[in-house]
């Protein structure tokens, strides 16, 4: 029944879906330099099959009943007039004329479209596309590479709703925009699976060397199956000769083998790949006794398995070469980059399961991985038992997200076979599985880290978020990951925490670090709130990276000394008991000098911040807005505006942390003391004052504050009433009457006319063109403009280049 619109024999043509249209032309057009990875494309696509197969057969055992799971390739020169062709045959799961249908003729693939886009904006030469064929993998397009016609014949398994499957075939010219499917006119030949034919373009041909595609086998999928993949191959060899006695030097098998060759032509003896051996017979032979049996050559067909070797896995790493790590690690994960670095090992879970695994760092994190936060599936491991593929999908085992990115391959020796997903996930094994590759993945990180600092400066580079992601995610790992994390400094670039407390100073009982981010690091250092720190040689950490200030607050301290935030109270620098009498008498001092400026501001500032106190971290600015403890920094701040967090917005806390912050003046700061002075002159006595000389002076006060709080990060809450303040403050200083009123008066709107203009005099949209138009660009002007406006313009030839005019010398 499912087979009814097929009866008959009839073909029936279907249009491609129009991103398959898009895909073939860009696999014709622009991925010449990329065409041998076709055969890499269609091996992997019939490993997956097969895979499929087997797995399907774990619950429904009528699918299989343990025939040979292989892939066959055969070659077939252009003999019969039909084409040079290659054969991919495998006995894997197959298709129906339906499944035909939506597989090939359809892209189901996320991102098809930006692929898409990408691909076709890197022009028609293709020589920037291989890392985006690497990518996204072609799959079965890519055959379009090297054939001109493809078709693929294919059967699936018996089922119960189709218990008698009919073999269909699936055919496609490269260049058409449809392609059709009908029965096989050879009847139920595969018995069951998939078998695609090339026929190859003119210019392909090579391919049918099975040289050739031994070389790209082993070049590109001698990993990409874990089943045996065989290729035809033909093989001369001599046996004695029963029916020929007349010419005993020469023998051929074909009967169109060139036989006028004679010994006498060739010195020595001449293969012919594609024919017969002509065998040279010396002199030498020929006077032994007794006489040599007669000979001949025979052709001798032969299937050869190219992936005899035992799975890398299983192997002595010590005989295993980089290139085969990269190789495998390329076909088996279908990441065509080069893997940063890998740890081969075995081992034993510890009740009884030993297993042996390969773990791969790749060499980049997809921004796919950034852009989806919450998806932290693990898709990369994959589990096998006693060679045979059974899972990647660990469930609720699967790594945590910092570590997802990782690729391994887990070989386990006695887990049943027969598993189903469901018993799997209660496997002790499974459990433990998470651990241990988390374990080998930080000894592989600490490896690089202790023994090859270059290189471990490109794995931060790669990994450098990640390590902090996992430092906040992964509490039990915490310490190690931190330990690997780099920061710029005000000092130098990449310095890990522990370089850091290195080169702390005597007495200094804190790391200073000051965040903020999407600022750059120089700009960072700029900041007011490290200038003192800067000018005394105390080293900074800048933070620019969202995670960081999460991470700091996450970890709290390194090696018992905690994090200071510079932007934040409790800055100490560690050496202020040194000069404490000093210190102290100075601040004293100070404090009874600005107490005046203190008090009246604390008053002016009251909306702003909750104190106002003496800076001892400035050096030239004159004033800074410093979090409390329990206050939000600028950074904190602008991450909650961004977030659009509602959390506690409006709540106490919220209110409290807001407002915790401390304005800090610079008591060297000439404007301080300019502004102290004022401040004191003010009269105290209620009749004497000078209600005008004190609403200046607040104003000056107010634009300080605003300066502070952007000069420390944050935003001015009012910036109207900031600006105007602004222009009084100019009036001022220009001499300009700061009262005298701008004309402010406008001429107003005419009164409301709700008509509706009549067709006749509807309101042109467009100036209508002109009469003559010659189509060339042109700028018009509506009529009512032209008496005012003349618009000069380049004279043009009639090559549309500018004519230029000389002047006269
Ligand atoms: N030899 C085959 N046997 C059975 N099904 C196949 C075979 N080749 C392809 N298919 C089916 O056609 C679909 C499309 O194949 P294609 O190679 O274009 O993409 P893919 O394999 O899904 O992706 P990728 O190549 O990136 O792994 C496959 O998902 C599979 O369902």
Same mark, same amino acid.
């Given at each position: 029944?499912?087979?009814?619109?097929?009866?008959?024999?009839?073909?029936?043509?279907?249009?491609?879906?129009?991103?398959?249209?898009?895909?073939?032309?860009?696999?014709?057009?622009?991925?010449?330099?990329?065409?041998?990875?076709?055969?890499?494309?269609?091996?992997?696509?019939?490993?997956?099959?097969?895979?499929?197969?087997?797995?399907?057969?774990?619950?429904?055992?009528?699918?299989?009943?343990?025939?040979?799971?292989?892939?066959?390739?055969?070659?077939?020169?252009?003999?019969?007039?039909?084409? @040079? &062709?290659?054969?991919?045959?495998?006995?894997?799961? @197959?298709?129906?004329?339906? %499944?035909? $249908? $939506?597989?090939?003729?359809?892209?189901?693939?996320?991102?098809?479209?930006?692929?898409?886009?990408?691909?076709?904006?890197?022009?028609?030469?293709?020589?920037?596309?291989?890392?985006?064929?690497?990518?996204?993998?072609?799959?079965?397009?890519?055959?379009?590479?090297?054939?001109?016609?493809?078709?693929?014949?294919?059967?699936?398994?018996?089922?119960?709703? #189709?218990?008698?499957?009919?073999?269909?075939?699936?055919?496609?010219?490269?260049?058409?925009?449809?392609?059709?499917?009908?029965?096989?006119?050879?009847?139920?030949?595969?018995?069951?699976?998939?078998?695609?034919?090339?026929?190859?373009?003119?210019?392909?041909?090579?391919?049918?060397?099975?040289?050739? /595609?031994?070389?790209?086998?082993?070049?590109?999928?001698?990993?990409?199956?874990?089943?045996?993949?065989?290729?035809?191959?033909?093989?001369?060899?001599?046996?004695?000769?029963?029916?020929?006695?007349?010419?005993?030097?020469?023998?051929?098998?074909? !009967?169109?083998?060139?036989?006028?060759?004679?010994?006498?032509?060739?010195?020595?003896?001449?293969?012919?790949?594609?024919?017969?051996?002509?065998?040279?017979?010396?002199?030498?032979?020929?006077?032994?006794?007794?006489?040599?049996?007669?000979?001949?050559?025979?052709?001798?067909?032969?299937?050869?398995?190219?992936? !005899?070797?035992?799975?890398?896995?299983?192997?002595?790493?010590?005989?295993?070469?980089?290139?085969?790590?990269?190789?495998?690690?390329?076909?088996?994960?279908?990441?065509?980059?080069?893997?940063?670095?890998?740890?081969?090992?075995?081992?034993?879970?510890?009740?009884?399961?030993?297993?042996? !695994?390969?773990?791969?760092?790749?060499?980049?994190?997809? %921004?796919?991985?950034?852009?989806?936060?919450?998806?932290?599936?693990?898709?990369?491991?994959?589990?096998?038992?006693?060679?045979?593929?059974?899972?990647?999908?660990?469930?609720?085992?699967?790594?945590?997200?910092?570590?997802?990115?990782?690729?391994?391959?887990?070989?386990?020796?006695?887990?049943?076979?027969? #598993?189903?997903?469901?018993?799997?996930?209660?496997?002790?094994?499974?459990?433990?599985?998470?651990?241990?590759?988390?374990?080998?993945?930080?000894?592989?990180?600490?490896?690089?880290?202790?023994?090859?600092?270059?290189?471990?400066?490109?794995?931060?580079?790669?990994?450098?978020?990640?390590?902090?992601?996992?430092?906040?995610?992964?509490?039990?790992?915490?310490?190690?990951?931190?330990?690997?994390?780099?920061?710029?400094?005000?000092?130098?670039?990449?310095?890990?925490?522990?370089?850091?407390?290195?080169?702390?100073?005597?007495?200094?009982?804190?790391?200073?670090?000051?965040?903020?981010?999407?600022?750059?690091?120089?700009?960072?250092?700029?900041?007011?709130?490290?200038?003192?720190?800067?000018?005394?040689?105390?080293?900074?950490?800048?933070?620019? %990276?969202?995670?960081?200030?999460?991470?700091?607050?996450?970890?709290?301290?390194?090696?018992?000394?905690?994090?200071?935030?510079?932007?934040?109270?409790? +800055?100490?620098?560690?050496?202020?008991?040194?000069?404490?009498?000093?210190?102290?008498?100075?601040?004293?001092?100070?404090?009874?000098?600005?107490?005046?400026? +203190?008090?009246?501001?604390?008053?002016?500032?009251?909306?702003?911040?909750?104190?106002?106190? /003496?800076?001892?971290?400035?050096?030239?600015?004159?004033?800074?807005?410093?979090?409390?403890?329990?206050?939000?920094?600028?950074?904190?701040?602008?991450?909650?505006?961004?977030?659009?967090?509602?959390?506690?917005?409006?709540?106490?806390?919220?209110?409290?942390?807001?407002?915790?912050?401390?304005?800090?003046?610079?008591? &060297?700061?000439?404007?301080?003391?300019?502004?102290?002075?004022?401040?004191?002159?003010?009269?105290?006595?209620?009749?004497?004052?000078?209600?005008?000389?004190?609403?200046?002076?607040?104003?000056?006060?107010?634009?300080?504050?605003?300066?502070?709080?952007? &000069?420390?990060?944050?935003?001015?809450?009012?910036?109207?009433?900031?600006?105007?303040?602004?222009?009084?403050?100019?009036? &001022?200083?220009?001499?300009?009457?700061?009262?005298?009123?701008?004309?402010? $008066?406008?001429?107003?709107?005419?009164?409301?006319?709700?008509?509706?203009?009549?067709?006749?005099?509807?309101?042109?949209?467009?100036?209508?063109?002109?009469?003559?138009?010659?189509?060339?660009?042109?700028?018009?002007?509506?009529?009512?403009?032209?008496?005012?406006?003349?618009?000069?313009?380049?004279?043009?030839?009639?090559?549309?280049?500018?004519?230029?005019?000389?002047?006269?010398?």
């Amino acid at each position: 029944a499912d087979d009814a619109g097929f009866a008959g024999g009839q073909k029936v043509k279907h249009n491609y879906q129009s991103d398959v249209a898009r895909l073939r032309k860009i696999v014709i057009n622009s991925l010449y330099s990329h065409q041998e990875i076709f055969i890499r494309e269609l091996v992997s696509n019939a490993n997956d099959a097969l895979e499929k197969l087997r797995l399907t057969a774990l619950t429904d055992k009528g699918v299989w009943n343990g025939e040979p799971l292989n892939i066959t390739i055969k070659a077939v020169k252009d003999e019969d007039g039909k084409g @040079g &062709r290659i054969i991919i045959t495998d006995t894997g799961i @197959g298709m129906s004329p339906e %499944e035909l $249908t $939506t597989n090939l003729g359809t892209l189901a693939k996320s991102g098809t479209s930006d692929f898409l886009a990408k691909a076709e904006g890197q022009g028609q030469d293709g020589t920037g596309n291989g890392n985006l064929i690497g990518a996204f993998g072609l799959g079965f397009y890519s055959s379009f590479l090297v054939a001109d016609r493809v078709t693929v014949a294919s059967i699936p398994p018996k089922s119960a709703k #189709v218990p008698e499957p009919a073999q269909h075939v699936f055919s496609s010219s490269a260049d058409d925009a449809a392609f059709e499917i009908f029965p096989d006119p050879r009847g139920n030949i595969l018995g069951r699976g998939t078998e695609i034919t090339l026929f190859l373009k003119s210019d392909a041909l090579e391919y049918l060397e099975t040289d050739k /595609i031994k070389e790209l086998i082993h070049k590109h999928s001698s990993f990409s199956s874990s089943f045996p993949v065989y290729l035809f191959t033909q093989r001369t060899e001599e046996v004695p000769d029963e029916d020929d006695v007349e010419e005993p030097s020469i023998s051929t098998s074909t !009967a169109d083998a060139d036989t006028t060759e004679t010994p006498a032509d060739s010195e020595s003896t001449k293969v012919d790949e594609d024919e017969a051996i002509v065998e040279d017979v010396t002199e030498e032979s020929e006077k032994k006794e007794p006489p040599p049996p007669k000979m001949k050559s025979v052709v001798v067909d032969e299937w050869v398995q190219l992936n !005899a070797q035992p799975p890398i896995w299983t192997r002595d790493s010590k005989n295993i070469s980089d290139e085969e790590y990269t190789s495998f690690y390329n076909a088996f994960f279908k990441d065509f980059t080069k893997p940063l670095a890998w740890h081969h090992f075995s081992g034993d879970s510890g009740d009884g399961v030993s297993f042996k !695994a390969i773990l791969y760092l790749p060499g980049q994190i997809t %921004e796919e991985y950034w852009q989806q936060p919450l998806a932290s599936k693990s898709k990369d491991i994959k589990l096998m038992v006693k060679r045979t593929f059974i899972t990647s999908d660990l469930g609720d085992h699967g790594l945590p997200k910092w570590a997802s990115w990782v690729k391994v391959v887990v070989d386990a020796d006695d887990l049943p076979l027969n #598993v189903s997903r469901e018993t799997l996930q209660s496997n002790r094994f499974l459990k433990q599985l998470k651990g241990i590759i988390i374990k080998r993945m930080i000894q592989l990180f600490t490896k690089i880290y202790e023994e090859d600092p270059e290189k471990f400066r490109e794995v931060e580079g790669i990994y450098g978020s990640i390590f902090k992601l996992g430092a906040v995610e992964d509490l039990k790992n915490r310490d190690k990951l931190a330990a690997f994390t780099r920061f710029t400094t005000t000092q130098r670039n990449e310095t890990s925490l522990d370089m850091y407390l290195e080169n702390k100073k005597k007495g200094q009982k804190q790391i200073f670090y000051l965040a903020e981010m999407g600022k750059k690091p120089e700009e960072l250092a700029q900041s007011i709130f490290v200038e003192k720190l800067h000018a005394r040689g105390y080293e900074v950490l800048l933070l620019t %990276e969202p995670l960081d200030e999460i991470l700091f607050g996450n970890i709290r301290q390194w090696k018992n000394v905690p994090f200071q935030d510079v932007a934040k109270a409790g +800055l100490k620098f560690g050496d202020e008991e040194q000069d404490l009498e000093d210190e102290k008498q100075e601040q004293k001092r100070m404090a009874e000098k600005f107490k005046p400026l +203190l008090d009246w501001l604390k008053t002016e500032a009251k909306d702003a911040v909750r104190d106002v106190v /003496i800076s001892n971290r400035l050096v030239k600015s004159p004033c800074a807005i410093v979090a409390e403890t329990g206050g939000y920094t600028a950074n904190v701040q602008k991450m909650m505006a961004a977030s659009n967090a509602k959390g506690n917005r409006g709540g106490i806390l919220h209110e409290f942390a807001m407002k915790a912050k401390v304005l800090e003046i610079n008591p &060297r700061s000439p404007l301080i003391e300019g502004l102290l002075r004022r401040v004191e002159d003010l009269p105290s006595e209620e009749d004497e004052k000078d209600l005008e000389t004190e609403e200046e002076l607040r104003e000056v006060a107010s634009i300080l504050i605003d300066g502070a709080l952007v &000069r420390s990060g944050f935003e001015v809450p009012n910036s109207n009433l900031f600006f105007s303040r602004v222009d009084r403050v100019l009036r &001022r200083s220009l001499g300009v009457s700061e009262t005298a009123p701008t004309d402010e $008066t406008v001429k107003p709107a005419p009164p409301v006319d709700p008509e509706l203009p009549s067709e006749e005099e509807q309101y042109p949209i467009m100036p209508p063109l002109d009469e003559e138009d010659d189509g060339k660009a042109k700028v018009i002007i509506p009529e009512h403009m032209k008496k005012d406006v003349s618009i000069e313009m380049e004279e043009i030839d009639d090559d549309d280049n500018p004519v230029v005019q000389h002047d006269e010398l």
